[in-house]
């Protein structure tokens, strides 16, 4: 059983930063990829930043130029790097891995951008 522990959400005023952090553990297989979704009240969740097994990364448009995805695999964590932060970044943050046999998602954590 895989566990996805997400951590490093909180309140920020628009211009702050916030890091976010997704511990794993349990069998992930180190083909899996990793991403980092949100979703905020009323909408659909979204995909914001992913990174494969060959460190290719790849950003929502809304997100460019202010987010970084970066991962320690001998931490099984995989991080956000969220700067410049806006209202429209307010969501509950969650972490993924998946691969072509697995899917699992944390918990969530909630990030708050106020203006």
């Known amino acids: 059983q895989v566990q996805l522990a997400e951590s490093g959400g909180g309140l920020v005023q628009a211009g702050g930063s916030l890091r976010l952090s997704c511990a794993a553990s349990?069998?992930?297989?180190?083909?899996?990829?990793m991403g980092w979704y949100r979703q905020a009240p009323g909408k659909q969740r979204e995909l914001v930043a992913s990174i494969t097994s060959r460190d290719t990364t790849n950003y929502a448009e809304s997100v460019k130029g202010r987010f970084t995805i970066s991962r320690d695999i001998a931490k099984m964590t995989v991080y956000l790097q969220m700067n410049n932060l806006k209202p429209e970044d307010t969501a509950v943050y969650y972490c993924?891995?998946?691969?072509?046999?697995?899917?699992?998602w944390g918990q969530g954590t909630q990030v708050t951008v106020s203006s």
């Open positions: 349990g069998r992930i297989f180190s083909g899996n990829n």
């Open positions: 993924r891995t998946f691969g072509p046999a697995s899917n699992y």
